[in-house]
């Protein structure tokens, strides 16, 4: 998750690379217009460290400003001046901002100096006009393809590409007249057949974009994205075409397939790794192989934050409540991140630690914890699912049971009580013949110290296990015999 000044100062230092002779390479070459610029303008050397991508001064289309100028003479000053002694801090500098480091601590500690201070070394770097290059001299010539190799089009191939062409330029009603020129020509023309399928998915007509995904896909594609848009058509229906919640079992293993072709195709292509991720975590399976895959997307696109957060939720799955913490709370803590981004990070943080401090109650009693790992969809409807596991508690005893409010307990006499058990709309009268001996277990910390006759002040969420009256009981003043008491968070559930 480089800072964004340094993920376009590289960039615009990279754009200098130029080779000579087929053998010289070059890379560092001074770019005047940034400089020009630079002679007039300049930003506070702190303000540019702190620029993100939602910054008025970032334009990541025009790439024109004093940001990007300065941003690209910084990564030349820091890679070239001094003999690249600046270098190993600027490692430093990145791996202490990685581990959440303050921005003003984390450079005061890797570069040896303030802001201020290199403000002015930066800006006597850029007026000298004296830039260092690095040179490199190729072993063997870089030879490229010297002609262009052509071909003959059929007229149904001319309008494919056509059809194709402003698809990718979103003029999506003259692409589809193209193309419904190219099948009536040629009806099973693979690539009309993609293109369509896409444009069929930008429309949310997921039914007719299947069809024709799949003959694309049938007459062996070699386009990744038709591998992967088929993938995508088959995770949604047009009811909620962004909501990802339920894929069936032969569902997701076509979707696997094609997606695994995708990367096959074009392995630098990112959104293949995150839709296997959204699959194995809406099934529930091949969770290692989908984190494996989601780091690689990472690496592919360390600018995408909802591939951390997918994994993390993967992780979450897993049980692994250290990876994940730690995958969210770099992106909690990432400036570059969008903030709804960030908000569901720190929301699963929360979550986290709700869930462990449930686990350690629950051990503290003597309890037993396992997971529900049925899938939840995401309330955005981004096909990301935001709830992990619920902590769900073993039933100790046989019996009917009810989840509801413990709004009273009446004494009756001696040992034995009523308890009052609110369900919705029905109100359940249990009895305790033996207080002493009702089994009750309280899963949260405010159940209560002690169990004590009256009315429920806060009323307790509870679930209760008790043996129905008979048909001959079916005059008694109680629905049943109590057998036992679990006081529960809103979250928990009785493993079925």
Not at 54 to 60: A, D, I, L
Not at 224 to 241: D, I
Not at 258 to 286: C, D, H, M, Q
Not at 477 to 486: E, R, S
């Given at each position: ?6 993920n376009?100062?590289?960039?615009e ?5 130029e ?6 390479v070059?890379?560092?070459?001074q770019?005047?217009?940034h ?9 506070r050397?702190?303000d540019?460290l ?16 004093v ?12 890679l ?8 190993p801090?600027?490692?430093?500098f990145s ?12 450079f005061q500690?890797a570069?040896?100096t ?34 262009m190799?052509?071909?003959?089009l ?9 059809g ?10 003259d ?10 020509l ?5 690539m ?7 444009l ?59 997606l ?23 099934t529930?399976?091949?969770?290692s ?7 690689v ?7 995408r934050?909802?591939?951390?957060l ?8 897993k049980q692994n409540?250290?990876?994940a ?11 570059n991140a ?13 979550q ?13 009693q003597g ?21 992990m596991g ?19 307990i ?5 040992e034995?009580?009523?308890?009052h058990?609110?369900?919705g709309e ?6 305790a ?8 277990v309280?899963y ?21 296990t ?5 048909a ?8 049943g ?13 009785v493993e079925?």
């Amino acid at each position: 998750d480089p800072p964004t000044w340094f993920n376009e100062g590289l960039a615009e230092y990279y754009s200098t690379f130029e080779i000579e002779n087929d053998r010289e390479v070059l890379l560092g070459k001074q770019i005047v217009n940034h400089i020009l610029l630079l002679r007039e303008r300049f930003m506070r050397l702190e303000d540019l460290l702190r620029v993100t991508r939602r910054s008025p001064v970032y334009n990541e289309r025009e790439k024109k400003g004093v940001f990007y100028a300065q941003s690209w003479a910084l990564v030349h000053y820091l890679l070239q001046s001094n003999q690249g002694q600046r270098i190993p801090q600027l490692g430093r500098f990145s791996e202490l901002l990685a581990a959440g480091k303050p921005l003003e601590e984390s450079f005061q500690q890797a570069f040896q100096t303030d802001f201020k201070t290199m403000e002015q070394e930066l800006q006597k770097y850029v007026r000298n006009n004296t830039y260092r290059m690095n040179a490199f001299t190729a072993v063997k010539p870089l030879v490229f393809e010297g002609e262009m190799q052509s071909t003959t089009l059929t007229e149904a191939e001319a309008l494919a590409y056509l059809g194709d062409l402003l698809l990718h330029s979103n003029r999506l009603e003259d692409a589809e007249a193209r193309l419904q020129q190219a099948l009536t020509l040629a009806p099973d023309l693979p690539m009309a057949q993609a293109s369509l399928g896409m444009l069929r998915v930008r429309q949310n007509r997921l039914s007719d974009a299947r069809e024709h995904l799949r003959k694309a896909v049938a007459a062996n594609s070699q386009n990744y994205l038709t591998h992967y848009y088929y993938a995508y058509a088959l995770s949604r229906t047009a009811a909620s075409p962004g909501l990802v919640s339920r894929i069936s079992a032969e569902t997701a293993e076509a979707m696997r397939a094609e997606l695994k072709k995708a990367i096959e195709l074009n392995p630098r292509f990112p959104e293949p790794y995150y839709l296997y991720g959204v699959v194995s975590l809406v099934t529930n399976s091949e969770l290692s192989e989908a984190a494996r895959l989601l780091m690689v997307g990472q690496t592919l696109a360390p600018a995408r934050h909802d591939f951390g957060l997918m994994l993390a939720q993967i992780y979450l799955r897993k049980q692994n409540f250290t990876a994940a913490r730690k995958a969210l709370e770099r992106i909690a803590q990432s400036q570059n991140a969008e903030e709804h981004t960030r908000t569901s990070a720190q929301a699963l943080i929360n979550q986290i630690n709700t869930v462990e401090a449930q686990i350690a109650e629950v051990k503290r009693q003597g309890g037993t914890v396992v997971f529900d790992n049925s899938p939840a969809p995401s309330p955005s409807g981004e096909g990301v699912v935001l709830e992990m596991g619920k902590p769900t508690i073993k039933k100790r005893t046989e019996g009917e049971q009810v989840r509801g409010m413990l709004t009273k307990i009446e004494c009756t006499g001696g040992e034995s009580a009523i308890f009052h058990v609110k369900a919705g709309e029905r109100l359940y009268k249990l009895r305790a013949e033996a207080m002493g001996r009702l089994d009750l277990v309280a899963y949260v910390q405010d159940a209560g110290n002690e169990i004590t006759c009256g009315a429920r002040k806060p009323e307790s969420l509870v679930i209760v296990t008790f043996r129905p009256n008979t048909a001959a009981a079916t005059r008694a003043k109680f629905d049943g015999d109590l057998l036992a008491v679990d006081f529960i968070s809103p979250d928990m559930e009785v493993e079925k």
